[in-house]
């Protein structure tokens, strides 16, 4: 499979993995990407973010008909970003959970007759979902797989774990709480998650894409670059890099549907606080 003379839409590309994922598409001979996305102020961001001919952002909203059926003309790849993401809203708002991730998603799947590779961009939270974000996901990945029995192209599942310092993540929110406070909020720090950065992400969602004979039946989960860590550990890295010494730590307890530890690569170590500095530093460059 290749990505030559190839025409893209990529949902959610105006957001954090979906600029990262246009910027490695780009690496390759594509005849064109289409991003659609509803934010118009993150769409404003990422024109000016990544300027190519080859490029384009359009405004819509991926629950609606005729919308998606026009940008969908003529694609011949689909890589599926676009959701609603936190776990704590999801909890208070399931029906606009229902709308954007299973109805929407149900929406281009229905629509993508013609496509020749369907890529979901799916979470570890559905991995034993006790919270409505995860079981959404979850239930994406089964109207995903199911897809192959309809169309003739291949729908494939990536399971990625959290996007360190993508927008509305932790990394975002203490740096702002740093600049009006000084403090950091955490909630468990006994709490363990996984991440992977956004440009490893990204990577690993073009070449997955590209598996010539896709497993179809199972979901695909990125190893390399992926660290498992304690959110206390990550905090104290997280000061040596943006704090300073007068920086203090305010635990809170775990939010609505959070899970004290996370289930992914059961075989992954625990990643020092050295290792999440480097990781953190180099996001740090990057802004």
């Known amino acids: 499979m290749t990505l030559k003379n190839k025409s893209i839409l990529v949902t959610g590309g ?22 659609l996305s509803r934010d118009e102020c993150l769409i404003k961001e990422a024109q000016q973010e990544i300027s ?10 991926i629950c609606d008909v005729k919308r998606v059926r026009k940008v969908l003309t003529g694609v011949d790849f689909v890589y ?80 990625f774990p959290n996007f360190l310092g993508s927008r509305g993540s932790v990394i975002e929110l203490w740096k702002k709480q740093i600049a009006e406070t000084n403090t950091i909020v955490v909630t468990e720090p006994k709490m363990t998650r996984y991440y992977i950065t956004l440009w490893r992400a990204a990577k690993f969602f073009v070449k997955t894409s590209l598996i010539d004979k896709p497993n179809t039946s199972q979901p695909y989960y990125p190893k390399r670059g992926v660290k498992k860590f304690k959110l206390g550990d ?54």
């Open 52 to 61: 190519s001919p080859k490029v384009f952002f359009e405004m819509g909203d």
């Open 234 to 287: 990550l905090a104290q890295a997280f000061i040596k890099v943006f704090g300073n010494k007068k920086t203090k730590i305010k635990i809170i307890g775990p939010l609505p549907g959070e899970k004290l530890y996370e289930d992914y690569l059961c075989d992954t170590r625990l990643a020092t606080t050295a290792e999440l500095e480097q990781d953190l530093k180099e996001i740090k460059l990057k802004q």
């Open 14 to 35: 105006s957001g954090s993995l979906g600029r990262y994922l246009i910027k490695e598409l780009l690496k390759y001979p594509i005849k064109r990407v289409v991003s």
């Open 80 to 159: 599926h970003t676009a959701a609603s993401k936190h776990v704590s809203l999801a909890e208070k708002f399931p029906r606009e959970i229902v709308r954007i991730n299973i109805l929407g998603l149900l929406n281009l799947l229905e629509n993508s007759k013609n496509i020749s590779r369907f890529i979901y961009a799916s979470s570890d939270k559905a991995i034993g979902p006790i919270n409505c974000y995860g079981a959404s996901k979850l239930l994406a990945e089964y109207l995903v797989r199911e897809t192959n029995s309809y169309w003739r192209g291949s729908f494939l599942n990536i399971r």
